[in-house]
Antibody, heavy 117, light 109 residues
Framework: EVQVVESGGGLVQPGGSLRLSCAASGFSFNSYSMNWVRQAPGKGLEWISY????????WYADSVKDRFTISRDNAKSSLYLQMSSLRAEDTAMYYC??????????WGQGTMVTVSS | QSALTQPASVSGSPGQSITISCTGT?????????VSWYQQHPGKAPKLMIY???KRPSGISNRFSGSKSGDTASLTISGLQAEDDTDYYCCSYAGGRWVFGGGTKLTVL
């Protein structure tokens, strides 16, 4: 079964850091670009970061640029998101999503990040 | 980085057809044929319904179709069913980023 499973979310204080992980299975992870997409409680979807299969191309949304870092380990079929200088507005469900022809075809169940003191 | 514009809500009766619009700009929808649509039930992950404007992933019903004209994309759902009652989001590639619409709540009356 093709799937991705996110982990690493939790409660963190403003200004703090957190590292999210996404474990992929059922497909050749090293052949696909991957993304992180988030959704604040009761709000819409927001794309935040993209990385090509060989890590050669990385893009960020302006809202997270210089604070978040995307990375991957193809040997472990895993995608990561290192988040720092977290703000209340970063509170959201964070989804890992596989790229297919500039769309997101495989999504995980998400991991919740809450930024609060 | 403005979101794409979708109507907040649409409704239709079972068996009818509805269309959800998604208006962007010449920097996103109007410039790329990389518009996708997602269905999201409460508490669940989004599900890809349409990609590249009008292509359906394997397993998606042909009741779902997509189109685009200029800066506006559309999702049409024909033969409305009770299980279609949920949220829908459009998305467009915009050159080094993606932008989503604000979402549309579809109510099947």
């Amino acid at each position: 079964e093709v799937q991705v499973v996110e982990s690493g979310g939790g409660l963190v204080q403003p200004g703090g850091s957190l590292r999210l992980s996404c474990a992929a299975s059922g497909f050749s992870f090293n052949s696909y670009s991957m993304n992180w997409v988030r959704q604040a409680p009761g709000k819409g979807l927001e794309w935040i970061s993209y990385m090509t299969s060989n890590s050669g191309r990385i893009w960020y949304a302006d809202s997270v640029k210089d604070r978040f870092t995307i990375s991957r380990d193809n040997a472990k079929s895993s995608l990561y998101l290192q988040m720092s200088s977290l703000r209340a507005e970063d509170t959201a469900m964070y989804y890992c999503a596989r790229d297919k022809d500039y769309a997101f075809d495989v999504w995980g169940q998400g991991t919740m990040v809450t930024v609060s003191s | 980085q403005s979101a794409l514009t979708q109507p907040a809500s649409v409704s239709g009766s079972p068996g009818q057809s509805i269309t959800i619009s998604c208006t962007g700009t010449s920097s996103d929808v109007g410039n790329y044929n990389f518009v996708s649509w997602y269905q999201q039930h409460p508490g669940k992950a989004p599900k890809l319904m349409i990609y590249e404007v009008n292509k359906r992933p394997s397993g998606i019903s042909n009741r779902f179709s997509g189109s685009k004209s200029g800066d506006t994309a559309s999702l049409t759902i024909s033969g409305l069913q009770a299980e279609d009652d949920t949220d829908y989001y459009c998305c467009s590639y915009a050159g080094g980023r993606w932008v989503f619409g604000g979402g549309t709540k579809l109510t099947v009356l």
